[in-house]
């Protein structure tokens, strides 16, 4: 009696332990770090904000653990110490060309964002000849779209001396310091140095039109191991960016970018209206077209790092994460 009892309890606390584990969502019972690099906080991450502050990520079994790692992206995601990395594709397509086991996954600002500011004596582009220009390294997206910049006054870029940061905010205070006599600055430095009353020469997507500017770049042998992972990340991806071309979810979206990125309010209002209202600078869907590869195809032999006949689309981009997103 004794021990049929000791089995019925058993039976039931057996039972019951299934029914109270059997509801828990898969989600909640097992969650995917995924270590993201980036070259700083901002709105370029923004969609991976809203994921994770709406519960996305945390529905799809996935945690996103940001790391900044300035321009070093690239390289640490060779090298597996992150899983997925954010920066100009330049960086990702050069691993990738080289033989590192690095793809673009997802193709999120479409265009350029940049505008060239300098001191507020220097009042043309043609008066940047024979100044020291910051711009965000010697082969990155930045020195593709400032060279038509340059030629639009007649300049090549031997004309200027090029000083280097990854970082806009590094840039942009190097400038304002007075070290450097013009930089290329994105939001949320664009605005700032728009109020404080330094010239723009101009923003450079007139005369780079249509070359995206930053990726998301994987560790190709960590996202194949982590597929159903991977593929939440382009879902998300996807869903943040339609929820924030709603307008009546800008107070919502600027609320998670300035807690998220830990920067002014003000600031973030201005990159929603710029990124989102103004350029609408995310793509909808992080695809890679073949005719925006031809693109990105004639910015990297710009600065030397293919020739023609191009190397395949699929040598730099592996387009299956954002495929199976846009069918689910």
Request: aromatic share 10%; with cysteine.
């Amino acid at each position: 009696m004794f021990h049929s009892l000791q089995r019925l309890q058993f039976t039931c606390l057996y039972l019951g332990l299934v029914a109270v584990f059997g509801t828990i969502p898969a989600a909640a019972q097992a969650q995917t770090k995924i270590i993201a690099g980036m070259v700083a906080h901002g709105p370029p991450q923004w969609p991976q904000y809203v994921a994770d502050e709406l519960g996305w990520n945390k529905e799809a079994g996935i945690e996103l653990d940001y790391v900044t790692v300035g321009g070093g992206g690239a390289q640490q995601l060779a090298g597996g110490s992150l899983n997925v990395a954010h920066s100009g594709y330049p960086d990702f397509a050069r691993a990738a060309l080289q033989g590192a086991a690095v793809r673009i996954i997802i193709n999120d600002i479409i265009a350029s964002p940049y505008g060239i500011f300098a001191k507020p004596e220097t009042k043309q582009i043609a008066d940047l000849k024979g100044k020291l220009v910051s711009i965000g390294g010697p082969n990155d997206i930045t020195l593709i779209y400032i060279k038509p910049f340059l030629a639009s006054a007649g300049l090549k870029p031997t004309d200027v001396d090029f000083v280097y940061a990854k970082a806009a905010g590094d840039r942009f205070a190097a400038l304002v310091a007075g070290a450097v006599g013009a930089t290329i600055l994105n939001p949320p430095t664009y605005h700032r140095a728009t109020n404080m009353g330094l010239t723009n020469l101009g923003d450079t997507a007139v005369f780079a039109p249509n070359i995206p500017f930053t990726v998301w770049g994987a560790n190709s042998t960590w996202a194949a191991k982590n597929r159903d992972a991977m593929n939440a990340f382009a879902r998300n991806y996807k869903r943040a960016v339609e929820w924030l071309y709603d307008p009546a979810h800008k107070a919502k979206a600027v609320d998670i970018l300035v807690r998220y990125a830990k920067q002014d309010p003000k600031d973030c209002a201005d990159a929603y209206d710029f990124y989102l209202t103004k350029l609408k600078l995310f793509g909808l869907d992080g695809d890679v077209s073949d005719a925006v590869y031809e693109k990105m195809a004639d910015g990297l032999a710009d600065i030397g790092i293919v020739k023609k006949p191009y190397p395949p689309k699929s040598a730099t981009f592996d387009g299956s994460f954002v495929k199976a997103a846009a069918s689910h």
